[in-house]
């Protein structure tokens, strides 16, 4: 393409994006930018991608998309910049998370304002659920890090290898490509990149359109805390950056979305080899038997579907509970719904702040429409709130669903909870697993022997008894799911490990002696292969004996090639 094109291209480009932004904003009000540091300008281009607060539906700042081209570049500038910092002492790496945990303290309410403003979360949640948990990440590998990535001694107890010694050695994978989304804007992208960085990776993080200045503040914490700008990018826009980015060849990638873009992102991956990490959509059951607290299961319940306004990967999002006290439960539920205060999510005391975007409430309309029109009944809620905002939507319990509806069958991502009952455990269990999903689960009982035989029994990552969804606050738990919900695991031990490649590095304290296996074969090969098989695995001690001269006599008697 000749100059005048490019240029032609890029203003094209620039005026339809101004076009749509133009569209979208008939009822915003421009206001101050907010006080985050921009992204290095050397990787940005405009046109830029607007901050919208969900509470008002207007723009408080924008940022900066990043070219698909400029996305290659910052890859490639990763990539030259991370044997510098793999090569750096352990403790160097550390110390810069150690820095990026204490300012990330020292500006904690800043944080939590800002993730409020552009997921509408309210501030007490942004500060516990993104705040606390990040500090938590970095305190955790801080501490456990170096003792994880020590190599590990590999002995053989395979009789052909009784001289190997060997370790395994835990390798940054090199440049490490961090895809993320909106609900969890600091914890979800900052969890992966701790131990990442701490392993010696280059990372380059995309995060979802909408909270891009929560991750521009974040890496800009890592800047000041002695990350190299190289070593940790930006790069901002919608999929089609994602896209570029997969197709820039990372060598790992953490996608951390839905279901469906999970698998547009694990065949791109897929048709580069290159290794990924899976986060992806969940269905949660929250099962309820007889025998449990049942005011304390409600509360639970309650605050594990509609927490961050229902939009949690871990909510429990389809309660199952014993027929003997369903009725009792639901009232109970439904009497604890009505005493949520909605609202904005910097305001004191709200508990349930508003959707992301409209298009994630016209989704939830269209799965609580198509439960209705089966039969399901609204017990409370059910409608938008409109003079609260544009994006606020009631919470909602719902009953006597079919079990077809997409309220039970697809991930529903808003403050909708729809409870169904199940004769028995046995039964309830039986439901639990009958999803595509299953990242995580909670069974509540008064038995707590019983509950984690059950737990044990529900085919999610992690399964809590007596309580639900704060697992993913555990640093030291592997988080992560099966069936549709995903692949490997972010946090705890594992979470560190995928972030590297192992490598065997081994070395023979026999190495005088002739290789059984090298050539050098003849007529009396295969009767000493047999002896050295029998030496090895004879069931009777008898006749590995027998075999032993033989077996042994290979290792000295001729020549190899
Ligand atoms: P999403 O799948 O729409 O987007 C996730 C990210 O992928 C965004 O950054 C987006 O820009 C990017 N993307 C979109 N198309 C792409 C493409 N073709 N190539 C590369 N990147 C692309 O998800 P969302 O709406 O941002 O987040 C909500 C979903 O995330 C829910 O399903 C939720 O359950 C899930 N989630 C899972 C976890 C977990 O840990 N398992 C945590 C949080 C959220």
């Not at 969940?282 to 099962?287: A, L, V």
């Not at 709130?385 to 079919?402: C, K, M, Q």
């Not at 988080?479 to 594992?494: A, D, Y």
Request: aromatic share 8%; glycine share 8%; hydrophobic share 45%.
């Amino acid at each position: 393409m000749n100059g005048a094109a490019t240029m032609r291209n890029i203003l094209i480009r620039y005026l339809l994006v101004a076009i749509k932004l133009r569209c979208g904003s008939r009822n915003w009000k421009e206001q101050a930018i907010h006080e985050v540091p921009s992204p290095p300008a050397s990787i940005l281009r405009m046109p830029a991608i607007p901050a919208i607060d969900p509470a008002t539906g207007l723009r408080f700042a924008e940022t900066p998309v990043t070219d698909p081209e400029e996305v290659r570049r910052a890859v490639e500038s990763a990539r030259r910049a991370q044997p510098g910092w793999a090569a750096r002492p352990f403790r160097e790496r550390r110390e810069c998370i150690a820095k990026f945990q204490r300012l990330l303290y020292q500006r904690r309410q800043e944080v939590a304002e800002l993730i409020t403003r552009e997921n509408g979360k309210p501030v007490g949640e942004a500060l516990l659920t993104d705040v606390a948990v990040t500090l938590d990440l970095a305190r955790y590998y801080r501490a456990r890090a170096a003792s994880i990535l020590r190599p590990r001694r590999i002995a053989s107890g395979n009789v052909a290898f009784l001289g190997k010694r060997g370790r395994l050695y835990w390798e940054p994978m090199g440049v490490i490509a961090i895809i993320s989304p909106w609900n969890y804007p600091l914890l979800l992208p900052f969890g992966e990149m701790l131990p990442a960085l701490l392993a010696g990776n280059a990372v380059v993080l995309k995060p979802s359109e909408f909270t891009t200045r929560t991750a521009a503040l974040g890496v800009d914490l890592l800047h000041q805390a002695g990350v190299p700008p190289a070593v940790c990018q930006l790069v901002v826009g919608t999929g089609e950056v994602g896209a570029a980015l997969v197709a820039s060849r990372p060598d790992k990638i953490f996608f951390t979305g839905s279901a469906r873009t999970g698998r547009t992102v694990a065949i791109a991956a897929a048709e580069r080899f290159i290794p990924i990490t899976l986060e992806l959509g969940g269905s949660d059951p929250f099962i309820v038997l007889a025998d449990a607290d049942l005011p304390r299961a409600a509360s639970g319940a309650l605050w594990a579907r509609f927490t961050n306004g229902g939009q949690t990967c871990v909510a429990a999002k389809r309660v199952i509970v014993e027929r003997a006290v369903y009725e009792e439960f639901v009232t109970a539920l439904v009497t604890k719904a009505e005493q949520l205060r909605m609202g904005a999510g910097a305001a004191p005391g709200v508990e349930l702040g508003p959707m992301i975007r409209e298009s994630q409430l016209v989704e939830l309309e269209r799965q609580l429409a198509a439960a209705v029109a089966a039969g399901a009944r609204v017990r409370i809620g059910g409608r938008r709130r409109p003079d609260l905002g544009p994006t606020f939507f009631e919470p909602t319990i719902v009953t006597d669903l079919a079990l077809d509806s997409p309220l039970w069958r697809e991930e529903v991502f808003g403050p909708i909870l729809p409870v169904v009952p199940a004769a028995d455990a046995e039964e309830a269990v039986r439901l639990a697993n009958d999803s595509a999903y299953g990242l995580s689960g909670s069974v509540w009982t008064g038995n707590r022997r019983h509950g984690i035989a059950l737990a044990r029994r529900i085919e999610a990552g992690a399964v809590l008894v007596n309580d639900a969804t704060c697992h993913v606050g555990i640093s030291e738990v592997p988080h992560g799911g099966e069936k549709e919900s995903g692949l490997g695991r972010t946090h705890g031990e594992f979470g560190l490990l995928e972030t590297c490649r192992p490598r065997y590095v081994g070395s023979d304290w026999l190495d005088w002696i002739r290789k059984p296996w090298w050539f050098g074969y003849h007529e009396g090969s295969y009767p000493n292969r047999d002896a050295f098989l029998r030496l090895a695995f004879a069931p009777s001690i008898l006749e590995r004996l027998r075999a032993a001269p033989r077996a042994l006599g290979m290792l000295f008697n001729r020549r190899p090639l």
